[in-house]
């Protein structure tokens, strides 16, 4: 069964500052894997996602994330934070073929002046 | 430009008495998602149509049920909602499973009295 899982259910950052959200998977196959994003009392958007072409994908908002499947990983960055980027961040797995989505349990962001 | 409408955003009820929530779609999607969200989780998938066939998850409560009358509507019934049934409910549309982008609506807010 596919899972994912969040390292850190809080980062906080300064302005201006790197933004690394760590996100692992469990899958017998390398599946789909999707970033969204959530600010408060509002449905999710979908920042990125990884569907078996180019391992670095660009996303919204000046976020990436680089597919590793050595290490199992989906890992989300942003080079310099703003303020506008707190919110609450979801990582998401499906497999390959008609799959629903399994989320992580969340990483909310913190951005300080 | 309004895509995946839910309405209302917040919704009261009281302890045992039904409610319906609803969700309607401008994309065309053939699949239109159910979440549940508790405050600080991630969501959690109630259930889902493709088209007009029904999936249930398997932990879902058999009181909560679901209604997709045509393309652009969906709905959630809650025949008799508990305390624990407070939550966020997300509807999410996307044009087919695995790799397929979610939509999401903006969330109706359940309190139970």
């Known amino acids: 069964a596919q899972s994912v899982t969040q390292l850190g259910s809080h980062v906080s950052v300064s302005e201006g500052a790197l933004v690394l959200l760590r996100c692992n998977y469990s899958s017998s196959v390398p599946p789909y894997l999707f970033w969204y994003v959530q600010y408060p009392n509002q449905g999710l958007q979908l920042l990125l996602k990884y569907t078996s072409a180019a391992t670095l994908v660009k996303g919204i908002n000046g976020f990436e994330a680089e597919f590793k499947k050595s290490e199992t990983s989906f890992h989300l960055t942003k080079p310099s934070a703003h303020m506008s980027d707190a919110a609450e961040y979801f990582c998401?797995?499906?497999?390959?073929?008609?799959?629903?989505?399994?989320f992580g349990k969340g990483t909310m962001l913190l951005v300080s002046p | 430009d309004a895509m995946v409408i839910q309405n209302p955003r917040y919704q009261v009820t009281q302890f045992g008495k039904p409610v319906t929530l609803s969700c309607s779609q401008t994309?065309?999607?053939?699949?239109m998602y159910w979440y549940q969200q508790k405050s600080s989780q991630a969501p959690k998938l109630l259930f889902h149509y493709y088209d007009k066939d029904f999936n249930n998850e398997a932990d879902t409560p058999d009181n909560f049920q679901s209604r997709r009358p045509n393309t652009s509507f969906c709905f959630l019934d809650i025949r008799s909602p508990g305390l624990g049934d407070a939550a966020m409910y997300l509807c999410?549309?996307?044009?087919?499973?695995?790799?397929?982008?979610?939509?999401f609506g903006p969330g109706t807010r359940l309190l139970v009295l």
């Open positions: 994309l065309n999607h053939n699949v």
């Open positions: 999410a549309t996307s044009r087919g499973l695995g790799e397929e982008t979610q939509y």
């Open positions: 998401a797995v499906s497999e390959v073929g008609y799959s629903t989505l399994t």
